[in-house]
């Protein structure tokens, strides 16, 4: 199942989604846009065992493009229509948006859109993703859907703690991967099937670290290291 919502994922390139800049109570402020912010990076040791990496791509598939994206739209000065604003750019015969506008929880939701052609597939003004985020880019939760259509093929949101640390989360169907990064370099990873632990591993700022793989009812099956 993962396999398959990495590949959504990937014709999805370019979607990322963002945080806003902190909330001022002067009226001159308030006219300001938010921010485009790229998501936290999630990174686990180049040594690491394959399926610590394969866990890891999958997460960051779904982000792949994204930056590319951004980095498209960071150029645009966005433009707005009551309390949205909206950044707008074409492509080729793809035209590529994102709107945003605050929430009564004080959140903003962000939108990206996709509408015409990449040359292999047409877009009918297509919501990629809907997602939301915490004025301070310290949290933010959003739905990646599946390809040209309406249903939720993932959910990802990260938190930043107060120490540094960054929490990742993606959920899909029956899967969850979480990865912790910390600020020292270390960090750990877990994977869930059906809310059973299945696999985790854990390193320190060296990189140096140590996994273990359950069966589906959470017994231990295998465990090692690495250096």
């Keep these: ?10 014709v999805l ?14 009226s001159k402020e308030t006219q300001k846009p938010p921010e485009l912010h790229a998501v936290p990076q999630v990174s686990v040791p180049d040594n690491a065992p394959t399926e610590v990496q394969t866990l ?6 779904f982000f792949t493009g994204p930056s590319a994206f951004m980095q498209f739209l960071m150029s645009v000065e966005p433009t ?3 309390n949205e604003w909206i950044w707008t750019k074409q492509n080729n015969n793809l035209t590529i948006t994102v709107k945003a506008k605050s929430t009564n929880d004080g959140r903003i939701n962000w939108q990206l859109f996709l509408n015409g052609t990449d040359g292999f597939i047409t877009y009918d003004d297509w ?8 004025p301070d880019d310290k949290s933010a939760t959003w739905e990646i859907y599946a390809l040209n259509d309406t249903t939720v093929a993932a959910n990802y949101s990260w938190d930043r703690d107060p120490d ?17 990064n910390n600020a020292d370099g270390s960090g750990k ?9 299945v696999f985790e591993a854990s390193w320190d700022a060296a990189g140096s670290g140590s996994w273990k793989k359950y069966d589906a009812e959470g017994n231990l099956m295998d465990q090692g290291s690495w250096q």
């Design 1 to 10: 199942m993962l396999k398959k919502i990495g590949i959504i994922v990937l």
């Design 13 to 26: 390139a370019g979607i990322t989604i963002f945080s806003c800049s902190k909330d001022s109570t002067s």
């Design 56 to 61: 890891r791509t999958t997460m960051t598939g």
């Design 80 to 82: 707005r229509s009551g």
């Design 127 to 134: 919501r990629a993703v809907n997602g939301y985020a915490s």
């Design 164 to 180: 540094g640390t960054v929490e990742s989360e993606l959920e899909s169907n029956s899967s969850i991967i979480n990865i912790y």
């Design 189 to 197: 990873l877990e994977h869930y099937k059906n809310d059973v632990l």
